[in-house]
Every structure is written in structure tokens, then in C-alpha cells.
Antibody, heavy 116, light 113 residues
Framework: EVQLVESGGDLVQPGGSLRLSCAASGFTFSYYGMSWVRQAPGKGLEWVANIKQDGSEKYYVDSVKGRFTISRDNAENSLYLQMNGLRAEDTAVYYC?????????WGQGTMVTVSS | DIVMTQSPDSLAVSLGERATINCKSS????????????LTWYQQKPGQPPKLLIY???TRESGVPDRFSGSGSGTDFTLTISSLQAEDVAVYYCQQYYTTPYSFGQGTKLEIK
């Protein structure tokens, strides 16, 4: 079964850091671009970051540039999102998604809450 | 950046009737070299991640019922549910993947009348 499972979400204070992980299974992870998409409580979807199959190219939404870093380990079938300098507006469910072109497979999401 | 605007924000349709959701992009998402529209439709039910329904504006994802169809090109797109079923109650999003930053519409909440 094709599956993505996120972990690492937590309650963190403003200015803090978190590292999200996404474990992939059921497909050849290294063949696919991957992404992070977030959804603030009661709000719509917002694309956060893309990474190419080999990790050579990365793209970010402007609001997280310089604070978030997307990475992957193809040997471990894992995707990561290192989040530094967290702000209240980063509070959201974070989804990892497989991206052959558009987002065809999504994980269940992990909740990140930024609050003092 | 490409802005995606959906209409209406909410919609109530009787069971068995047609539901139509519109999506407009601020610039064309049609890539001329391959004649593909980089436009997707997702369905999201409460507490669940989005589910891919339609990609390339009109290609139905495997396993999606054929009552769901997508149409349009360039900047104007439509998702049609030909005969609404109770399980179709959800929020629907369009999204462009023509260029980063990828962008979503604000969502359309579909309910039963």
C-alpha cells in the first residue's frame, strides 16, 4: 500500500524549532518529487515547499524562505522539514505529499502549534 | 504569483442534482509546449487530508467516480458533479501546479440542500 506518515508535530514557543519527518512506503521514493503543504485551523491549503527527486532543487513559499529547509534521504525513504524561527502564523497541520506532477498521495498530517 | 479564485464559496445542492464549482486563475496555466493545463481538483472531508480527484484539468484520478468531471482551459475551469451523492459533502479546492509558488483556491464548501 502506498503510504506517507508524518511525525514530529508539537507545541512550540515562538522563535523555536521543530523537525518534521515523513516516512514513505509502498512506492519507489527516489522516483518522485515531494512536497510539504500546510493548513491552518479552519483555513485553506497552502503549499510550503518542493524538493526534486535527487534533492538537487528546492523551492519555498516566500513566507518560510530562510526559516524552513526541506530535505530528503532516499536511502531511508524519508522527507523532512526543518522549521526554525517559528511564528504563530506557522500554526497548522503539515502534510507531506507525493508529487509526480500534482499532489497525488497525501499523508494524514502532523499538527504544529506555535504559542507561548 | 498566480492567484486562484473559486466560486461560489459555498453551495447547497439536492441529492441527485448537478453541482458546479468554478475556478479562475489570474494567469493562464496552459503550457503551450505540451498543451496541458496544470490544474488540479481536490476533495477534502473533515479530519481528512485532501484527495486528488482531477488533474491536467480534466483527467479523472483512478478510482474516482465518473460523476466527477473537470473542464476548462487557460484561466477558467469547472468541476462538475453530475448527480450529487451524500458522500460528496466536502470542501473542494482547485490548485495550479504551473509554477511555484503553487497556489490553491480558497475552497468551496458543498452541502446537501
Amino acid at each position: 500500500e502506498v503510504q506517507l506518515v508524518e511525525s514530529g508535530g508539537d507545541l512550540v514557543q515562538p522563535g523555536g524549532s521543530l523537525r518534521l519527518s515523513c516516512a514513505a512506503s509502498g512506492f519507489t521514493f527516489s522516483y518522485y518529487g515531494m512536497s510539504w503543504v500546510r493548513q491552518a485551523p479552519g483555513k485553506g491549503l497552502e503549499w510550503v515547499a518542493n524538493i526534486k527527486q535527487d534533492g538537487s532543487e528546492k523551492y519555498y513559499v516566500d513566507s518560510v524562505k530562510g526559516r524552513f529547509t526541506i530535505s530528503r534521504d532516499n536511502a531511508e525513504n524519508s522527507l523532512y522539514l526543518q522549521m526554525n524561527g517559528l511564528r504563530a502564523e506557522d500554526t497548522a497541520v503539515y502534510y507531506c505529499a507525493r508529487r509526480p506532477s500534482t499532489f497525488d498521495i497525501w499523508g494524514q498530517g502532523t499538527m504544529v502549534t506555535v504559542s507561548s | 504569483d498566480i492567484v486562484m479564485t473559486q466560486s461560489p464559496d459555498s453551495l447547497a445542492v439536492s441529492l441527485g442534482e448537478r453541482a458546479t464549482i468554478n475556478c479562475k486563475s489570474s494567469q493562464s496555466v496552459l503550457y503551450s509546449s505540451n498543451n496541458k493545463n496544470y490544474l488540479t481538483w481536490y476533495q477534502q472531508k473533515p479530519g481528512q487530508p485532501p484527495k486528488l480527484l482531477i488533474y491536467w484539468a480534466s483527467t479523472r484520478e483512478s478510482g474516482v467516480p465518473d460523476r466527477f468531471s473537470g473542464s476548462g482551459s487557460g484561466t477558467d475551469f469547472t468541476l462538475t458533479i453530475s448527480s450529487l451523492q451524500a458522500e460528496d459533502v466536502a470542501v473542494y479546492y482547485c490548485q495550479q501546479y504551473y509554477t511555484t509558488p503553487y497556489s490553491f483556491g480558497q475552497g468551496t464548501k458543498l452541502e446537501i440542500k
